[in-house]
């Protein structure tokens, strides 16, 4: 059962940056891909960006350019590198690592830009 840990979030002003970390139980990058989801109240859930098996990134349009996701083979970690943040990119940030059977989430960590 891999399990997922999300750590990083808070407050910031808009046009600062945050670095958030995905913590995993074991080593399951080369059987999954990993993603970065955002859930705005009162909205659905989606994708900001992952990171494939083979290294391939993509990214959601509006965080284009601004935003990068990296992971760390030897740490277990997934990280999402947040620059030049928005209000809009305020809400809670998961972690999910995605292959055929599903995805399986973290608890979330909550981001919040505002002056």
């Known amino acids: 059962q891999v399990q997922l840990v999300e750590s990083g979030g808070g407050l910031v002003q808009p046009g600062g940056s945050l670095r958030l970390s995905c913590a995993t139980s074991k080593n399951i990058f080369s059987s999954y891909t990993m993603g970065w989801y955002r859930q705005a109240p009162g909205k659905q859930r989606e994708l900001v960006a992952r990171?494939?098996?083979?290294?391939?990134?993509d990214y959601a349009d509006s965080v284009k350019g601004r935003f990068t996701i990296s992971r760390d083979n030897a740490k277990k970690t997934v990280d999402l590198q947040m620059s030049n943040l928005k209000p809009e990119d305020t809400g809670v940030y998961y972690c999910?690592?995605?292959?055929?059977?599903?995805?399986?989430w973290g608890q979330g960590t909550q981001v919040t830009v505002s002056s």
């Open positions: 999910g690592a995605d292959r055929w059977t599903g995805v399986t």
């Open positions: 990171i494939s098996i083979g290294n391939n990134t």
